[in-house]
């Protein structure tokens, strides 16, 4: 794997109308938006996407949406929401098999009301999924599901099932869980990591860049690939302030954080921007609205620049 050959992913949020609905037309446009910046996506993830809010026949017409737009273009994977039991995760991995992604990621079970697997119970619930559905998954330790998980748990459930090709560690912002993993895994597989993490894990033999916030500046992400790729350093480097910087600001404060998305695409006019937020969010009055594009714009991105003049913000 050459660095040429690294992958920009998203996690995709969820357009809906007025009332509630899916904005389908919305959804496709968005999902277009990503392609023309050669962006691999996740459908249907909880946090941001707001995943938690949509029924098992929403995330199938998600899933049928995304490869409609996306397969054999970039990749499409599905990312459902995590649940208790397999029994109810295997009915959300059917959907993604029947729909024909390119992979389905599965969560560990949810840590809910203060619940922590044992490493058994853990090691359970992947088996009664995996020895059931032969079809090509990610694995997220991703410590948003209520708990962490010790790498080496991670790997015994890659090295027990060969169709789990990738793991995802959006959320795992330590080098050292790379590390540990790969002293584990006694198979090569796929390694998406996030910004703060990447360049341990160029040296690691990573394949993929995984950034929710890559949705709204696709291009900007990709082009810091290509940049390191190429050996242009220095601008890399610029990219890679530039990133961090944004990274930073959209989590910056309660009021922004899983809201800025779809405060983006409004205020940016992008596809899916007319829509609103399912209970329990809710959307941010205006002013909130305008300080954050304000501080959006005052990042001098160039792609966020491009967006703000299109839309008439400046």
């Not at 809910?112 to 032969?134: C, K, N, T």
Request: glycine share 10%.
């Amino acid at each position: 794997m050459t660095l040429n050959e690294i992958v920009v992913y998203s996690r995709t949020v969820v357009p809906f109308t007025s009332d509630g609905d899916i904005d389908e037309g919305g959804f496709r446009k968005y999902l277009q938006r990503l392609v023309r910046a050669n962006t691999g996506v996740f459908i249907g993830a909880c946090g941001p996407p707001e995943g938690f809010t949509l029924s098992n026949e929403e995330i199938f017409r998600l899933y049928k949406i995304g490869v409609e737009e996306c397969r054999g273009k970039v990749f499409v994977g599905g990312s459902g929401k995590e649940q208790h039991t397999a029994k109810e995760t295997l009915e959300i991995v059917r959907l993604g098999v029947e729909a024909g992604l390119d992979s389905i990621n599965i969560y560990g079970p949810a840590g809910w009301h203060g619940y922590v697997p044992s490493d058994a119970e853990y090691l359970q619930y992947y088996d009664r999924i995996l020895s059931q559905v032969d079809y090509r998954f990610s694995i997220a330790p991703n410590p948003a599901i209520g708990y962490g998980v010790k790498p080496r748990l991670v790997a015994e459930v890659c090295n027990r099932y060969p169709q789990v090709t990738s793991i995802i560690l959006a959320g795992v912002h330590d080098d050292v869980y790379q590390f540990e993993l790969r002293e584990h895994l006694k198979r090569d597989v796929d390694m998406l990591v996030t910004l703060p993490t990447v360049f341990a894990g160029f040296g690691l033999g990573v394949t993929g860049l995984i950034a929710y916030q890559a949705q709204l500046i696709p291009n900007t992400y990709c082009s810091f690939i290509d940049l390191y790729s190429a050996g242009k350093m220095e601008e890399a480097f610029k990219v890679y302030g530039q990133l961090r910087r944004y990274e930073t600001l959209v989590v910056s404060e309660p009021s922004w954080t899983t809201r800025w998305t779809k405060m983006a695409t409004r205020a940016f006019k992008l596809p899916g921007g007319d829509g609103t937020f399912r209970e329990p969010h809710l959307m941010p009055e205006a002013s909130e609205i305008e300080r954050f594009t304000a501080a959006l714009i005052a990042l001098d991105i160039a792609e966020i620049n491009e967006m703000a003049s299109d839309a008439g913000l400046v």
